[in-house]
T-cell receptor, first 116, second 113 residues
């Protein structure tokens, strides 16, 4: 089972709203990732959590705030976003960033975010 | 810095034919992994195949196989017996030791009936 789930599938929000994206995996993976993807472009890494601790922040603006409540869940809190933040947000997980340094990442279906 | 280049922005192939997607990369590291991901119009990114750099044998997964040329830093994907469901954007990706994936710009493949 290589399933990563993401909710919601679609989200429309105003620039003053606060919303959250949710990602869940039950594969026992210990590393989880947030990516941003614009149309017809490759995903861009935003954050990496390893063993529930933030290990990589790719200089993402503070209006994006990640959270890893437990090893199966990953949230992305959104506040005061800009229209240019509209994109597909992908979550991924991999088995173990340290035990298996090159573990394949498995992606969820994404959340299509539109900022008005 | 590592880079991944996919020189074919768009390709098309007739159903049941074979197609090869190109990928080259640049790195000074000796130990790394390479991946091909597929993203159909439904947008879910799916892992197609992976290759360990220390293995000389080319990886295969059913109709998908790679031609890995380490010295040339080339990692092409061959799709045999193409099916309509293979229509997608294909991304080649390089994994650095700390687990960061570096993607190419992608190749859009259209399989025609």
């Amino acid at each position: 089972d290589t399933e990563v789930t993401q909710t919601p599938k679609h989200l429309v929000m105003g620039m003053t709203n606060k919303k959250s994206l949710k990602c869940e995996q039950h594969m026992g993976h210990r590393a989880m990732y947030w990516y941003k993807q614009k149309a017809k472009k490759p995903p861009e890494l935003m954050f990496v959590y390893s063993y529930e601790k933030l290990s990589i922040n790719e200089s993402v603006p503070s209006r994006f705030s990640p959270e890893c409540p437990n090893s199966s869940l990953l949230n992305l809190h959104l506040h005061a976003l800009q229209p240019e933040d509209s994109a597909l947000y992908l979550c991924a997980s991999s088995q173990d960033r340290y035990g298996q340094k090159f573990a394949a990442q498995y992606f969820g279906p994404g959340t299509r975010l539109t900022v008005l | 810095a590592q880079t991944v280049t996919q020189s074919q922005p768009e390709m098309s192939v007739q159903e049941a034919e074979t197609v090869t997607l190109s990928c080259t990369y640049d790195t000074s590291e000796n130990n790394y992994y390479l991946f091909w991901y597929k993203q159909p119009p439904s947008r879910q990114m799916i892992l197609v195949i992976r290759q360990e750099a220390y293995k000389q044998q080319n990886a295969t997964e059913n109709r998908f196989s790679v031609n890995f040329q380490k010295a040339a830093k080339s990692f092409s994907l061959k799709i045999s017996d193409s099916q309509l469901g293979d229509t997608a954007m294909y991304f080649c990706a390089f994994m650095k030791e700390e687990g960061k994936l570096i993607f190419g710009q992608g190749t859009t493949l259209q399989v025609k009936p």
